[in-house]
């Protein structure tokens, strides 16, 4: 029938009155707006409520909805022992739209009490999921729940699986409200989740001037090194929400925000006035393909020739035929120049393969060592496999050659570690071993700034625990991007 209306809100468990208890009178302003979100959707009186958390199960390659039997949920995690929640899930819904993503090629996944099993995953409710249905709760029940998560993938590709979810919608007797669950930077003071940023406190203005200019798509728009840095968990959930909004005419009004723990708390909502020709979505799209246009023209011609031997695999499905002459490679038929390719043939050397689309991790595929007879023919290997072999993503596809960012890391040869104070993870990469299992994790990573982080992710990559490993080597990277 329709979509009704969509809300930004927060989730933190220390708004609840038995979690928050001292500490509430600090978010006073947060809790007053979302008492008025629950009596805004009581007045709605939808059928249907979409959650969209950032604390479920997340995949690379789909957006999860939960199909699990029930609804049901708790705060144990966070020492609160008699507050038990159970909703109603909207089995109709679920089993409709699982036909209609199907029949659309939708990026969706409808996961059972088998499969949360399977991917470790609780099957209880998260409190992204709990804490905006513990206020709405209070004022309206008569609805029924669809809760979701989403897949770490462009915002643009998320805005697109917004769109199919919103014309399923449009074809229900349903009306719906769709809550984005998510908190705002967690960078904002040094107490708080992540040390101090600039760029926190720059991502929250930024995401209340857009919302008090009625100008919702803008913050998309954000560098991504600033997004990145504020540390926030909320915007792919929001651009799920605002995929489902794209052509429509918005009222955007911000009821509150403030930061008293080092975290941004936001509640906003977007009201729907009436269909708009302005395709938001695609506007959005322009934009990324520019400013990724930019990008490559500073790009290094080794990353250049990387590039390309992913747009001929990608397009014909065949490993690109290589072959180099002095300062020019060809690629099939195409032609990429370098002083630096000459040297290179003469190297062999391991190598990784990274690709992402506006921030977002879409491939990577490496070498420790080499095992090709130089590195030229080392990258484009793995260049090939990075584009289609990683199986924690689908192949890359021709509509997103334009938006894929390569970069390119050669390794130097592996040395032991004798002491632990050798290791710095912006300077270093490192391999773990345990027995014939190993795990490898790249230097200058963001978000990993300590060895104990380092260590930790890549004997988990080795499926071994820190305590299990039995030796540590280190090396340095040439990178290029």
Same mark, same amino acid.
């Given at each position: 029938?329709?979509?009704?209306?969509?809300?930004?809100?927060?989730?933190?468990?220390?708004?609840?009155?038995?979690?928050?208890?001292?500490?509430?009178?600090?978010?006073?302003?947060?809790?007053?707006?979302?008492?008025?979100?629950?009596?805004?959707?009581?007045?709605?009186?939808?059928?249907?409520?979409?959650?969209?958390?950032?604390?479920?199960?997340?995949?690379?390659?789909?957006?999860?909805?939960?199909?699990?039997?029930?609804?049901?949920?708790?705060?144990?995690?966070?020492?609160?022992?008699?507050?038990?929640?159970? %909703?109603?899930?909207?089995?109709?819904?679920?089993?409709?739209?699982?036909?209609?993503?199907?029949?659309?090629?939708?990026?969706?996944?409808?996961?059972?009490?088998?499969?949360?099993?399977?991917?470790?995953?609780?099957?209880? /409710?998260?409190?992204?999921?709990?804490?905006?249905?513990?206020?709405?709760?209070?004022?309206?029940?008569? %609805?029924?729940?669809?809760?979701?998560?989403?897949?770490?993938?462009?915002?643009?590709?998320?805005?697109?699986?917004?769109? /199919?979810?919103?014309?399923?919608?449009?074809?229900?007797?349903?009306?719906?409200?769709?809550?984005?669950?998510?908190?705002?930077?967690?960078?904002?003071?040094?107490?708080?989740?992540?040390?101090?940023?600039?760029?926190?406190?720059?991502?929250?203005?930024?995401?209340?001037?857009?919302?008090?200019?009625?100008?919702?798509?803008?913050? %998309?728009? /954000?560098?991504?090194?600033?997004?990145?840095?504020?540390?926030?968990?909320?915007?792919?959930?929001?651009?799920?929400?605002?995929?489902?909004?794209?052509?429509?005419?918005?009222?955007?009004?911000?009821?509150?925000?403030?930061?008293?723990?080092?975290?941004?708390?936001?509640?906003?909502?977007?009201?729907?006035?009436?269909?708009?020709?302005?395709?938001?979505?695609?506007?959005?799209?322009?934009?990324?393909?520019?400013?990724?246009?930019?990008?490559?023209?500073?790009?290094?011609?080794?990353?250049?020739?990387?590039?390309?031997?992913?747009?001929?695999?990608?397009?014909?499905?065949?490993?690109?035929?290589?072959? %180099?002459?002095?300062?020019?490679?060809?690629?099939?038929?195409?032609?990429?120049?370098?002083?630096?390719?000459?040297?290179?043939?003469?190297?062999?050397?391991?190598?990784?393969?990274?690709?992402?689309?506006?921030?977002?991790?879409?491939?990577?595929?490496?070498?420790?060592?080499?095992?090709?007879?130089?590195?030229?023919?080392?990258?484009?290997?793995?260049?090939?496999?990075?584009?289609?072999?990683?199986?924690?993503?689908?192949?890359?596809?021709?509509?997103?050659?334009?938006?894929?960012?390569?970069?390119?890391?050669?390794?130097?040869?592996?040395?032991?570690?004798?002491?632990?104070?050798?290791?710095?993870?912006?300077?270093?990469?490192?391999?773990?071993?345990?027995?014939?299992?190993?795990?490898?994790?790249?230097?200058?990573?963001?978000?990993?700034?300590?060895?104990?982080?380092?260590?930790?992710?890549?004997?988990?990559?080795?499926?071994?625990?820190?305590?299990?490993?039995?030796?540590?080597?280190?090396?340095?990277?040439?990178?290029?991007?």
């Amino acid at each position: 029938m329709a979509l009704l209306k969509g809300y930004l809100m927060p989730h933190a468990p220390a708004f609840i009155d038995s979690i928050g208890e001292d500490q509430l009178h600090q978010v006073s302003s947060t809790r007053s707006a979302m008492y008025k979100v629950a009596e805004e959707i009581a007045q709605l009186r939808p059928d249907v409520i979409i959650v969209i958390s950032p604390h479920g199960p997340i995949f690379s390659d789909a957006i999860a909805i939960y199909d699990q039997n029930t609804y049901f949920g708790n705060f144990k995690a966070f020492g609160e022992y008699n507050l038990n929640y159970h %909703f109603e899930k909207d089995t109709t819904f679920i089993n409709s739209f699982k036909a209609f993503n199907k029949s659309e090629q939708g990026d969706f996944y409808c996961l059972n009490e088998r499969q949360f099993k399977e991917f470790n995953t609780p099957e209880a /409710l998260d409190h992204g999921v709990l804490v905006p249905l513990h206020f709405i709760s209070q004022r309206y029940n008569d %609805f029924k729940l669809v809760a979701m998560s989403y897949g770490t993938f462009s915002y643009y590709r998320l805005m697109k699986n917004g769109e /199919l979810l919103s014309d399923f919608i449009s074809q229900t007797n349903k009306r719906v409200v769709v809550i984005a669950s998510g908190d705002m930077s967690h960078a904002l003071k040094d107490s708080g989740p992540y040390a101090f940023h600039e760029d926190g406190r720059k991502f929250d203005q930024e995401m209340q001037k857009q919302l008090q200019a009625n100008k919702p798509y803008e913050v %998309f728009k /954000l560098p991504r090194d600033i997004i990145e840095n504020a540390k926030e968990c909320g915007l792919r959930a929001y651009a799920l929400l605002m995929g489902m909004l794209n052509l429509y005419k918005l009222n955007t009004v911000m009821y509150s925000y403030e930061a008293p723990f080092g975290v941004g708390y936001l509640v906003a909502s977007l009201e729907i006035l009436n269909e708009s020709k302005v395709d938001e979505v695609e506007r959005l799209s322009e934009f990324y393909k520019q400013r990724h246009a930019e990008l490559r023209k500073n790009e290094d011609d080794l990353v250049t020739f990387t590039r390309r031997v992913i747009e001929a695999y990608t397009i014909t499905g065949k490993r690109p035929i290589v072959s %180099f002459k002095d300062d020019r490679i060809t690629i099939n038929d195409l032609v990429v120049r370098s002083n630096r390719f000459k040297q290179m043939s003469q190297i062999e050397r391991g190598c990784f393969v990274s690709l992402n689309i506006e921030g977002s991790l879409r491939g990577c595929i490496g070498t420790i060592a080499a095992t090709e007879q130089n590195v030229i023919y080392e990258i484009a290997k793995n260049a090939v496999s990075a584009c289609s072999k990683d199986s924690r993503f689908s192949p890359v596809t021709i509509d997103e050659l334009d938006s894929i960012e390569v970069k390119v890391d050669i390794l130097s040869e592996l040395n032991p570690v004798l002491n632990i104070n050798q290791l710095n993870p912006r300077s270093y990469g490192i391999v773990v071993r345990k027995g014939y299992m190993q795990g490898l994790l790249l230097p200058n990573l963001d978000g990993i700034n300590t060895v104990e982080q380092q260590l930790e992710i890549a004997s988990s990559k080795g499926g071994f625990t820190v305590d299990e490993i039995e030796e540590i080597l280190y090396f340095s990277v040439d990178r290029y991007q």
